[in-house]
């Protein structure tokens, strides 16, 4: 049972524009919540989080937003830019569990074309 | 530079034989982490440790093995009984949150596991 959807395996945007990548999640105890950027033969490297006190949360290019009584958060990314192009993985986590473990959805290849 | 070294990049295993992959970390972490990302899936939780000389299984934990004897070093090792062993695994780590603080794990650069 996936607690953490990613439904869109890959997305295709042109240079310039805004990408949109979605995540759904079932938990409702999930409270922290990430995005990470993949690229093949690499690990993860950490992009933003947004805690669910908050709704939304901007760093540069990228912002993140949480809806969280649709259990939806979505990562925008505004200029994309072809460097852009990778793996997106959208992660949650139940910090009131008393650990930190993240439940990671499937990813999303994001191709931004020049 | 501050990170996390994962070792070797690529391992081959024959059929029926133990293996050890390698993590250490300089960041000064408390938790570390161990997934593994089979192609088309999200990363999946093997092992993680909050603290050394202590840690719990994840989500996959069967046919893996951890030990947590320093706090830079977070070794896994993949043994006989794991039926299915071929995939990426990644090493991870973080400051382990107190009082609700949020704090991002960091990841490295994986080693890919093949048997012969």
């Known amino acids: 049972d996936q607690q953490v959807k990613q439904n869109s395996p890959s997305l295709s945007v042109q240079e310039g524009r805004i990408s949109i990548l979605n995540c759904d999640y079932t938990?409702?105890?999930?409270?922290?919540f990430l995005w990470y950027k993949k690229y093949p033969a690499e690990g993860p490297t950490f992009l933003i989080s947004i805690s669910s006190i908050k709704d939304k949360n901007e760093d540069g290019r990228f912002t993140v937003f949480l809806n969280k009584s649709a259990k939806h958060l979505s990562l925008h990314i505004v200029p994309s830019q072809p460097g852009d192009s990778a793996v997106y993985f959208c992660?949650?986590?139940?910090?009131?569990?008393?650990?930190?473990?993240?439940?990671f959805g499937k990813g999303t290849k994001l191709s931004v074309i020049p | 530079d501050g990170g996390i070294t994962q070792s070797p990049k690529y391992l081959f295993r024959k059929e029926g034989q133990n293996v050890t992959l390698s993590c250490e970390q300089n960041?000064?972490?408390?938790?570390m982490y161990w997934y593994r990302q089979d192609p088309g899936q999200g990363l999946r939780l093997i092992y993680y440790s909050q603290i050394v000389n202590d840690f719990q299984k994840g989500d996959i934990a069967e046919g893996y093995s951890v030990s947590r004897e320093k706090k830079e070093s977070f070794p896994l090792t993949v043994t006989s009984a794991q039926k299915n062993p071929t995939a990426f695994y990644l090493c991870a780590s973080s400051i382990w949150g107190r009082g609700g603080e949020n704090q991002p794990q960091h990841f490295g650069d994986g080693t890919r596991l093949s048997i012969l």
């Open positions: 938990n409702s105890m999930f409270d922290y």
């Open positions: 992660a949650a986590a139940d910090t009131g569990a008393g650990s930190y473990q993240l439940t």
């Open positions: 960041l000064n972490h408390d938790a």
